[in-house]
């Protein structure tokens, strides 16, 4: 469970200065080709990181995926134009590792009462 909880907080960080950095850099501009995707990764990261445990074990890993993919692609935006944009390489090395901890099942399986037991599934 302390995946669990360490993923809602990073979703809850990575959301939070997505947002702030749009106002930051004056990027609420229509001609802004990140504005709809980090938009998008802002509400499903807030989601996400709200839901109660058995929904946010789904929907934080795919939100995860989701922000990897965009800032990911920021990164390379920045690299094209010569840059290194240390935020989104960064944000982007953060969420993916998480997705793949959660879809891992790194920490999170459930309880060993939980689990069905291999004799009564022989029938």
Do not use: C, K
Not at 5 to 33: C, E, Q
Request: glycine share 8%; net charge neutral.
């Amino acid at each position: 469970m302390r995946l669990l909880m360490w993923a809602r907080i990073a979703a809850a960080i990575l959301s939070l200065t997505t947002f702030v950095f749009l106002f930051l850099h004056d990027s609420w501009r229509s001609d802004n080709l990140f504005l709809v995707p980090d938009l998008i990764l802002i509400g499903a990261l807030a989601i996400a990181s709200a839901l109660p445990g058995r929904l946010a074990r789904v929907a934080l890993p795919v939100a995860f995926a989701y922000t990897g993919g965009v800032l990911a692609t920021s990164a390379s935006s920045y690299a094209v134009q010569g840059e290194f944009g240390l935020p989104s390489t960064v944000g982007a090395l953060t969420a993916i590792t998480l997705a793949v901890l959660l879809t891992s099942g790194g920490g999170m399986s459930a309880p060993a009462d939980n689990r069905p037991r291999v004799d009564s599934l022989a029938g």
